[in-house]
């Protein structure tokens, strides 16, 4: 199965400053198919970014997505007190559809 | 609005089977499939497997096989996961998730998942 490595455990950040997270694969994602998802506690994840690139309905575009094979970003252009969560980068490619273990963006 | 409602909390005990249900509104249920996931407490989330809502064909992450049963009723555009044989580490919040597909005439392909469920917490304990 694809291992997803996610990067730093924590972010911590003021608002209005820009975050970036990494995703990293154990093997090539086959076309591109990874998602983001934000979740806050108590809450379900809500999707962001799929296709690694592609916004979802609604999603503000200061959210944004990028990478290919093994490697991939999501950057929030300028933090706003609601983006304060947990992230996790999830894989379609192959089954089993896998996770990565989440970066906390917390406020400074 | 597209909407996934799902049962209510479930506490069992280890060695028995629990049934959540998954109930949609606000879209076609049988163009999309159905996903389910858990997360364990402060563990990350973990894919279980999904269910082609139109044809009924399933597929389990093997990690689950053999305990994992999902199905769906298309009349109540619901769809179902039971687990068995349930043990402590089965411990979890269980979301029912929305995944778009593309249903050929051969085979179906599935995209990632645009709208979840709420959650059910399911707590084995003796």
């Known amino acids: 199965e694809i291992v997803l490595t996610q990067s730093p455990g924590t972010l911590s950040l003021s608002p209005g400053e820009r975050a970036t997270l990494s995703c990293r694969a154990s093997?090539?994602?086959?076309?591109?198919?990874l998602s983001w998802y934000q979740q806050k506690p108590g809450q379900a994840p809500r999707l962001l970014i799929y296709?690694?690139?592609s916004r979802a309905t609604g999603i503000p575009d200061r959210f944004s997505g990028s990478g290919s094979g093994t490697d991939f970003t999501l950057t929030i252009s300028r933090l706003e007190p609601e983006d304060f969560a947990v992230y996790y980068c999830q894989q379609y490619g192959s089954s089993p559809w896998t996770f990565g273990q989440g970066t906390k963006v917390e406020i400074k | 609005q597209v909407h996934l409602v799902q049962s209510g909390a479930e506490v069992k005990k280890p060695g028995a089977s629990v049934k959540v249900s998954c109930k949609a509104s606000?879209?076609?249920?049988?163009?999309?499939?159905m996903h389910w996931v858990r997360q364990a407490p402060g563990q990350r989330l973990e894919w279980m497997g999904r269910i082609n809502a139109g044809n009924g064909n399933t597929k389990y992450s093997e990690k689950f096989q053999g305990r994992v049963t999902i199905t769906r009723d298309t009349s109540a555009s619901t769809a179902y996961m039971e687990l068995s044989t349930l043990r402590s580490e089965d411990t979890a919040v269980y979301y029912c998730?929305?995944?778009?597909?593309?249903?050929?005439?051969?085979?179906?392909?599935?995209?990632?998942?645009?709208?979840w469920g709420k959650g059910t917490t399911v707590t084995v304990s003796s």
């Open positions: 093997q090539s994602i086959s076309s591109s198919y």
């Open positions: 606000g879209y076609t249920f049988i163009r999309y499939a």
């Open positions: 998730a929305r995944g778009p597909m593309e249903q050929q005439l051969f085979a179906a392909y599935y995209y990632y998942m645009d709208v």
């Open positions: 296709g690694a690139s």
